[in-house]
């Protein structure tokens, strides 16, 4: 009787499978902002629909009509639950929800004062998303977190000044996201990865400073990552390109090449076959279209709102799980080491980027707020130093006077117990270590604020 | 019908006891016998599949064919494989696409070629020392010749007077005069040689070498490619390929001006903290230009986020344009445009050419395609006109077929091998392939290539970044020397090979728990110890190895004081694996090591197990005594004679796996009596 129950009540909605859900929004799409949050993924008044793309005719069904505003849909990956962002009121601080795609049931994941968005699933039963901390000490914008989907385990894994947002899981396991430094100056974004713990994060891609990354960006089935940025040097065109997984920083593909108007997201479906939001002019809303990588042509249109616009779209369906990487975090450690191998090596991979390394050299680590130290070089370059973690650092070279020779790079910390190595000083991301033993590992990491005595904590073997 | 009733008998005994009343009991059993605590009880795991000696070992055996490598006949209709498993040379017509004939050889035959009428074939046995001549028009075995130890590739003198033979575990170059089947010359090679190819010109042989010459940590890590004169048959030149090892294999461009390796180039002096960004293992070939002050250029294969590991075969096709490497740890064919590497070298300054082995981007501008093969491709081998890539899928028992213009497979050749992929043999395909390390980066294969180890010794970055380096340890016949770690701290695979392994070793997802059963099931039952036929092939020792088990056995010292027991050879390492299972301090820990005992390691074949003690200090079992055990705290040898401690090495270099003692054995008589 129970069971029969259950299931009448569960069946009372039909299967989501196949079905495309849309985040669909008054007003039109001026500019984006995903610092300050007012406009692109915050759209007051947005709504998530689903469509069946086999029956056009059909009226979309509201998912969020209870809500103020809904958007960032996010499949799992059995194809049963769905992710989203939501304000339940006007006027209410944005929190990730769960949805039931069979029930159609909701479950608050988080549930904060602040604002939370961008939510991905991660392996393990656990999700990333953005979050805005309120008198933030390391001054960050939207800070990423991971959590359990039933929001336990609250967890931030980035620690510097930068705001993060758009964040997607890549089959490697890793987290793709957009980060954009905020302090002490803003500046152009970039797609940054990093391990759901927080550990090893790197930048992936970055265009030049005229380029806007746009949407969250998505992997396909065939190796590529497939996302929307806009470049001043073209109007401002806001162009669907892809990238290669494999090599990220020189693989940029314009693949709306030709096409006039305007990408807002694209999401993929079949290697051949991807989902994007297109508007001819900026006069027109954004509507819904199947579009062919391969041929780079813009297919039917799958939708079309009279007087809205379509942001984004993804397919609920069964889809492969990301590799779960295991953690090297330990709370119980307070430091992180770092080794860098040689900062000699500098820049691109021209030769002419090659530093000339002169005794005396020493590198400055830079705090929020001050200097955290000085450090000798060893002769070949290389330097060794335990951090204290999920504290925002920069590093610079400077000569035996103090005068600045490099950097400073971007900012960087490392995690508890993190171990992280770096070929050079913002170097060439393409080049990996030397075999050869370092002079800096012979001896013990120096730690870091330097005026610290030597930190006594536990120790972990790894090996 | 015996094992039906065992089986079906067990399971129901053990169903009953492992049920309600004997779950915990089970739990426990099963805690202790895996050394971890979520084990799924599953009694065949390791009563079926790991535990040797259980009364069930063997019944899920199967014989696969493992084919190696592959050469094409002259009319591009057949193709010979050596079936490393199956011990065969398996013949196969091309157009339909199946087996024709077989030939039983000799045991783990590594390579075939043949002669240029195409009617003869030689085949190595790498573990019976010696290579088959082979009639092809009947299909008949007209001759064995010996060779040195581990007989793998070869090539035939431009005259096809000579045959040359790598012989891969006693590192040097057998010549035979075909006309007496003698072998008149042995010379020197490189560090466990394999790959051997005669240019086009035939005026010489390039000899590749697996591992790198054996040097003390620290040291550049260089590895040999010898050159020897075709008309002399002199060496003409060692080459060092730097910061490279396992060069599988080379090949010539139809010209001649290049000789193309396949290469690792290994991090192993980089602290191991992190796999992205390089930081353990690339993967790449060597080129040699062959011209007056030539160039040895190492290009890498891999991409960014992306690696293609251990590549095993290059050929090169007759036009000269495009190069064909075998990735057995990735399952793929890398394809090589060779005019861009040309361009690629000639547009580089002498300071890019040093950054590119280390570039991981420079690969876009000469792989041109990547095609997905069969479980680990090992050998290749092209039609005459180019046109066809043959790939020997080793772990699929079958040989691919490659069109070298479409690039794509276009159809697959089954060697007749079990279509059931056992347990041990999934084991052996997870073992080979690195889909289990981040991108890709590196398989259990390439630091322990042929389940052995890669003589090289590692920053294991244990807690500190610069302490506790690390000698890799074989991986043959070690279920009966638990526990394992050169600190004793894994009691079994399962704990070895688990989450810590992923955490810290290959930094992705870790080996789900029926994938660990088939590595522990590969690992404990499958990986054999090659016949030490070099230093006891029949189990009588010599008379100097006599004096050496003397003195390995000896209770008193020359003056005849009783050594303490404990300090006695034989105490810590008894036989048949020579080792008590025990940790001991053997004084050998430096000041960059934690404070730990030493788990006692087995000595079978430890001939073949350079550099010796925990860090690779010892370059030679010499100097284990003569530099590093001057303190008598690693047995005691203060009082021995130089000849007394020369017979002693000579003795350890005999031991030998205890299944070489068993005479009827299957391993022992395939390779002793072939």
């Given at each position: 009787m129970v069971l029969s129950g259950i299931c009448l009540i569960s069946c009372g909605k039909k299967s989501m499978e196949g079905m495309i859900i849309i985040t669909v929004a008054d007003d039109k799409i001026s500019s984006t902002d995903s610092i300050t949050g007012k406009s692109w993924r915050y759209v007051p008044g947005s709504h998530l629909y689903a469509i069946d793309p086999g029956k056009p005719g059909n009226i979309p069904e509201s998912l969020t009509e209870n809500y103020f505003s809904a958007c960032s849909p996010e499949i799992s990956f059995d194809g049963k639950y769905m992710l989203f962002a939501a304000q339940k009121n006007q006027g209410d601080s944005w929190q990730i929800w769960e949805m039931n795609l069979a029930s159609r049931k909701l479950s608050p994941v988080t549930s904060d004062t602040e604002n939370s968005f961008d939510p991905a699933y991660l392996p393990g039963g656990r999700l990333v998303f953005s979050r805005t901390i309120a008198n933030d000490s390391l001054k960050s914008g939207h800070t990423l977190f991971t959590c359990n989907t039933d929001g336990t385990n609250l967890q931030r894994i980035t620690f510097n000044p930068h705001s993060y947002s758009g964040s997607s899981v890549l089959k490697d396991g890793r987290i793709l996201t957009i980060g954009r430094q905020v302090f002490p100056k803003e500046s152009s974004p970039e797609m940054m990865v990093l391990r759901p713990d927080g550990t090893k994060s790197e930048l992936f891609y970055k265009s030049n400073d005229e380029v806007e990354l746009l949407s969250r960006s998505w992997e396909t089935s065939d190796g590529k990552i497939i996302f929307i940025e806009s470049d001043k040097n073209n109007g401002i065109r806001k162009r669907l390109v892809s990238i290669s997984y494999n090599r990220p920083l020189h693989s940029i593909v314009d693949l709306s090449s030709g096409i006039a108007g305007d990408f807002c997201s694209a999401f993929p479906v079949d290697p051949g076959r991807l989902l994007v939001t297109y508007r001819t002019t900026e006069n027109e809303n954004y509507s819904l279209f199947n579009f062919d990588p391969v041929s780079r042509e813009l297919g039917d249109q799958i939708y079309k709102s009279p007087d809205k616009s379509i942001l984004e779209a993804v397919v609920v369906r069964e889809h492969e799980r990301q590799k779960k990487l295991p953690s090297e975090v330990d709370a119980g450690v307070k430091t992180g080491l770092l080794f860098c191998q040689n900062i000699a090596i500098t820049g691109s991979s021209s030769p002419d980027n090659i530093y000339s390394l002169s005794a005396g050299d020493k590198i400055e680590i830079i705090g929020v707020d001050s200097s955290l130290g000085v450090v000798n070089v060893e002769k070949d370059g290389s330097f060794y130093l335990k951090i204290t973690a999920d504290m925002p650092f920069k590093l610079k070279i400077i000569d035996a006077a103090g005068k600045t020779l490099f950097g400073p790079g971007s900012w960087i910390w490392l995690r508890p117990n993190e171990r992280r190595g770096c070929t050079g000083c913002h170097e060439d991301h393409e080049t990996v270590p030397a075999n050869r033993v370092a002079l800096a590992v012979k001896n013990q990491p120096v730690t870091v604020p330097v005026h610290r005595s030597r930190i006594k904590e536990k120790q972990v073997e790894l090996e | 019908m015996r094992k039906i009733l065992l089986i079906t008998g067990t399971v129901f005994v053990l169903g009953l006891i492992i049920s309600i009343p004997g779950k915990k009991l089970a739990r426990d059993h099963v805690n202790i016998k895996t050394a971890v605590t979520d084990h799924p009880l599953l009694c065949t795991n390791c009563h079926l599949h790991i535990h040797k000696r259980s009364p069930f070992a063997g019944l899920d055996k199967v014989n696969y064919r493992s084919p190696l490598n592959l050469v094409v006949s002259n009319d591009g209709k057949l193709i010979y494989v050596a079936a490393q498993d199956g011990n065969a040379l398996i013949v196969a017509n091309v157009e339909e696409g199946k087996v024709i004939h077989e030939i039983e050889v000799g045991n783990k035959p590594h390579t075939v070629i043949l002669d240029k009428s195409g009617k003869k074939a030689y085949i190595s046995n790498q573990w019976s020392d010696n290579v088959y001549v082979i009639d092809l028009r009947e299909y008949r075995i007209t001759d064995t010749l010996l060779t040195g130890n581990g007989p793998a590739g070869m090539s035939l003198s431009s005259d096809e007077k000579f045959l040359y033979v790598v012989n891969s575990y006693s590192s040097d170059l057998t010549i035979?005069?075909?006309?007496?089947?003698?072998?008149?010359?042995?010379?020197?090679?490189?560090?466990?040689?394999?790959?051997?190819?005669?240019?086009?010109?035939?005026?010489?042989?390039?000899?590749?070498?697996?591992?790198?010459?054996?040097?003390?940590?620290?040291?550049?890590?260089?590895?040999?490619?010898?050159?020897?004169?075709?008309?002399?048959?002199?060496?003409?030149?060692?080459?060092?390929?730097?910061?490279?090892?396992?060069?599988?294999?080379?090949?010539?461009?139809?010209?001649?001006?290049?000789?193309?390796?396949?290469?690792?180039?290994?991090?192993?002096?980089?602290?191991?903290?992190?796999?992205?960004?390089?930081?353990?293992?690339?993967?790449?070939?060597?080129?040699?230009?062959?011209?007056?002050?030539?160039?040895?250029?190492?290009?890498?294969?891999?991409?960014?986020?992306?690696?293609?590991?251990?590549?095993?075969?290059?050929?090169?096709?007759?036009?000269?344009?495009?190069?064909?490497?075998?990735?057995?740890?990735?399952?793929?064919?890398?394809?090589?445009?060779?005019?861009?590497?040309?361009?690629?070298?000639?547009?580089?300054?002498?300071?890019?050419?040093?950054?590119?082995?280390?570039?991981?981007?420079?690969?876009?501008?000469?792989?041109?395609?990547?095609?997905?093969?069969?479980?680990?491709?090992?050998?290749?081998?092209?039609?005459?006109?180019?046109?066809?890539?043959?790939?020997?899928?080793?772990?699929?028992?079958?040989?691919?077929?490659?069109?070298?213009?479409?690039?794509?497979?276009?159809?697959t050749i089954d060697l007749g091998g079990p279509r059931r992929i056992t347990v041990t043999r999934h084991g052996r395909r997870l073992l080979n392939n690195a889909g289990h390390t981040f991108q890709n980066q590196y398989s259990c294969y390439t630091c322990h290539p042929d389940e052995h180890e890669d003589g090289l010794v590692y920053n294991m970055a244990s807690k500190d970044m610069g302490r506790n380096i690390t000698n890799t340890q074989s991986l043959r016949d070690i279920s009966d020397t638990p526990p394992f770690k050169w600190n004793g701290k894994n009691q079994t695979v399962f704990k070895q090979d688990g989450i810590r392994f992923s955490t810290v070793l290959t930094r992705t997802e870790p080996f789900s728990y029926p994938e660990l059963d088939a590595i522990s099931s590969y690992i404990m039952t499958g990986i054999k110890y090659p016949p030490n036929l070099r230093f006891n092939p029949s189990g009588k020792l010599t008379e100097a190895q006599e004096r050496g088990k003397n003195i390995f056995e000896r209770t008193k010292d020359n003056l005849g004081n009783i050594i303490p027991e404990n300090n006695r050879c034989i105490f810590c390492h008894p036989a048949p694996y020579y080792t008590n299972l025990k940790q001991v301090d053997v004084k050998t820990l430096s000041a960059s090591d934690d404070s730990i005992l030493f788990d006692t390691p087995h000595l079978n074949n430890i001939y073949a197990s350079a550099p010796y003690l925990h860090d690779g200090r010892a370059i030679s079992l010499e100097e284990i005594w003569t530099l590093y055990g001057k303190e008598d705290k690693h047995g005691l040898v203060g009082d021995m004679t130089k000849n007394q401690l020369n017979d002693l090495i000579e003795y350890l270099k005999s031991l030998r796996s205890p299944d070489y003692n068993d005479k009827s054995s299957e391993i022992h008589e395939a390779s002793i009596y072939h």
């Amino acid at each position: 009787m129970v069971l029969s129950g259950i299931c009448l009540i569960s069946c009372g909605k039909k299967s989501m499978e196949g079905m495309i859900i849309i985040t669909v929004a008054d007003d039109k799409i001026s500019s984006t902002d995903s610092i300050t949050g007012k406009s692109w993924r915050y759209v007051p008044g947005s709504h998530l629909y689903a469509i069946d793309p086999g029956k056009p005719g059909n009226i979309p069904e509201s998912l969020t009509e209870n809500y103020f505003s809904a958007c960032s849909p996010e499949i799992s990956f059995d194809g049963k639950y769905m992710l989203f962002a939501a304000q339940k009121n006007q006027g209410d601080s944005w929190q990730i929800w769960e949805m039931n795609l069979a029930s159609r049931k909701l479950s608050p994941v988080t549930s904060d004062t602040e604002n939370s968005f961008d939510p991905a699933y991660l392996p393990g039963g656990r999700l990333v998303f953005s979050r805005t901390i309120a008198n933030d000490s390391l001054k960050s914008g939207h800070t990423l977190f991971t959590c359990n989907t039933d929001g336990t385990n609250l967890q931030r894994i980035t620690f510097n000044p930068h705001s993060y947002s758009g964040s997607s899981v890549l089959k490697d396991g890793r987290i793709l996201t957009i980060g954009r430094q905020v302090f002490p100056k803003e500046s152009s974004p970039e797609m940054m990865v990093l391990r759901p713990d927080g550990t090893k994060s790197e930048l992936f891609y970055k265009s030049n400073d005229e380029v806007e990354l746009l949407s969250r960006s998505w992997e396909t089935s065939d190796g590529k990552i497939i996302f929307i940025e806009s470049d001043k040097n073209n109007g401002i065109r806001k162009r669907l390109v892809s990238i290669s997984y494999n090599r990220p920083l020189h693989s940029i593909v314009d693949l709306s090449s030709g096409i006039a108007g305007d990408f807002c997201s694209a999401f993929p479906v079949d290697p051949g076959r991807l989902l994007v939001t297109y508007r001819t002019t900026e006069n027109e809303n954004y509507s819904l279209f199947n579009f062919d990588p391969v041929s780079r042509e813009l297919g039917d249109q799958i939708y079309k709102s009279p007087d809205k616009s379509i942001l984004e779209a993804v397919v609920v369906r069964e889809h492969e799980r990301q590799k779960k990487l295991p953690s090297e975090v330990d709370a119980g450690v307070k430091t992180g080491l770092l080794f860098c191998q040689n900062i000699a090596i500098t820049g691109s991979s021209s030769p002419d980027n090659i530093y000339s390394l002169s005794a005396g050299d020493k590198i400055e680590i830079i705090g929020v707020d001050s200097s955290l130290g000085v450090v000798n070089v060893e002769k070949d370059g290389s330097f060794y130093l335990k951090i204290t973690a999920d504290m925002p650092f920069k590093l610079k070279i400077i000569d035996a006077a103090g005068k600045t020779l490099f950097g400073p790079g971007s900012w960087i910390w490392l995690r508890p117990n993190e171990r992280r190595g770096c070929t050079g000083c913002h170097e060439d991301h393409e080049t990996v270590p030397a075999n050869r033993v370092a002079l800096a590992v012979k001896n013990q990491p120096v730690t870091v604020p330097v005026h610290r005595s030597r930190i006594k904590e536990k120790q972990v073997e790894l090996e | 019908m015996r094992k039906i009733l065992l089986i079906t008998g067990t399971v129901f005994v053990l169903g009953l006891i492992i049920s309600i009343p004997g779950k915990k009991l089970a739990r426990d059993h099963v805690n202790i016998k895996t050394a971890v605590t979520d084990h799924p009880l599953l009694c065949t795991n390791c009563h079926l599949h790991i535990h040797k000696r259980s009364p069930f070992a063997g019944l899920d055996k199967v014989n696969y064919r493992s084919p190696l490598n592959l050469v094409v006949s002259n009319d591009g209709k057949l193709i010979y494989v050596a079936a490393q498993d199956g011990n065969a040379l398996i013949v196969a017509n091309v157009e339909e696409g199946k087996v024709i004939h077989e030939i039983e050889v000799g045991n783990k035959p590594h390579t075939v070629i043949l002669d240029k009428s195409g009617k003869k074939a030689y085949i190595s046995n790498q573990w019976s020392d010696n290579v088959y001549v082979i009639d092809l028009r009947e299909y008949r075995i007209t001759d064995t010749l010996l060779t040195g130890n581990g007989p793998a590739g070869m090539s035939l003198s431009s005259d096809e007077k000579f045959l040359y033979v790598v012989n891969s575990y006693s590192s040097d170059l057998t010549i035979i005069d075909l006309e007496t089947g003698i072998e008149t010359k042995r010379l020197t090679m490189g560090n466990n040689p394999t790959g051997a190819a005669l240019s086009p010109d035939g005026s010489d042989l390039y000899v590749t070498s697996r591992r790198a010459n054996i040097a003390h940590y620290g040291e550049p890590l260089v590895s040999e490619l010898t050159v020897v004169n075709d008309k002399t048959k002199r060496i003409k030149a060692y080459m060092g390929m730097e910061s490279a090892y396992l060069m599988e294999n080379v090949a010539f461009t139809p010209s001649g001006d290049m000789a193309v390796v396949t290469l690792v180039r290994p991090k192993n002096m980089v602290p191991s903290i992190q796999v992205e960004r390089g930081f353990m293992m690339t993967h790449g070939i060597g080129i040699v230009e062959r011209k007056e002050n030539g160039r040895i250029i190492q290009l890498l294969t891999d991409e960014p986020n992306a690696y293609y590991s251990d590549p095993f075969d290059i050929a090169i096709t007759p036009d000269g344009k495009r190069a064909f490497v075998s990735n057995s740890g990735v399952d793929c064919i890398t394809v090589i445009d060779v005019d861009s590497v040309r361009s690629l070298i000639a547009g580089s300054t002498p300071e890019m050419l040093k950054l590119w082995p280390d570039h991981l981007g420079i690969s876009s501008s000469y792989v041109i395609r990547r095609i997905p093969t069969g479980a680990n491709p090992k050998g290749l081998a092209l039609s005459p006109d180019g046109r066809t890539l043959f790939v020997a899928e080793r772990l699929e028992d079958r040989i691919s077929v490659i069109s070298t213009d479409k690039m794509e497979t276009i159809k697959t050749i089954d060697l007749g091998g079990p279509r059931r992929i056992t347990v041990t043999r999934h084991g052996r395909r997870l073992l080979n392939n690195a889909g289990h390390t981040f991108q890709n980066q590196y398989s259990c294969y390439t630091c322990h290539p042929d389940e052995h180890e890669d003589g090289l010794v590692y920053n294991m970055a244990s807690k500190d970044m610069g302490r506790n380096i690390t000698n890799t340890q074989s991986l043959r016949d070690i279920s009966d020397t638990p526990p394992f770690k050169w600190n004793g701290k894994n009691q079994t695979v399962f704990k070895q090979d688990g989450i810590r392994f992923s955490t810290v070793l290959t930094r992705t997802e870790p080996f789900s728990y029926p994938e660990l059963d088939a590595i522990s099931s590969y690992i404990m039952t499958g990986i054999k110890y090659p016949p030490n036929l070099r230093f006891n092939p029949s189990g009588k020792l010599t008379e100097a190895q006599e004096r050496g088990k003397n003195i390995f056995e000896r209770t008193k010292d020359n003056l005849g004081n009783i050594i303490p027991e404990n300090n006695r050879c034989i105490f810590c390492h008894p036989a048949p694996y020579y080792t008590n299972l025990k940790q001991v301090d053997v004084k050998t820990l430096s000041a960059s090591d934690d404070s730990i005992l030493f788990d006692t390691p087995h000595l079978n074949n430890i001939y073949a197990s350079a550099p010796y003690l925990h860090d690779g200090r010892a370059i030679s079992l010499e100097e284990i005594w003569t530099l590093y055990g001057k303190e008598d705290k690693h047995g005691l040898v203060g009082d021995m004679t130089k000849n007394q401690l020369n017979d002693l090495i000579e003795y350890l270099k005999s031991l030998r796996s205890p299944d070489y003692n068993d005479k009827s054995s299957e391993i022992h008589e395939a390779s002793i009596y072939h």
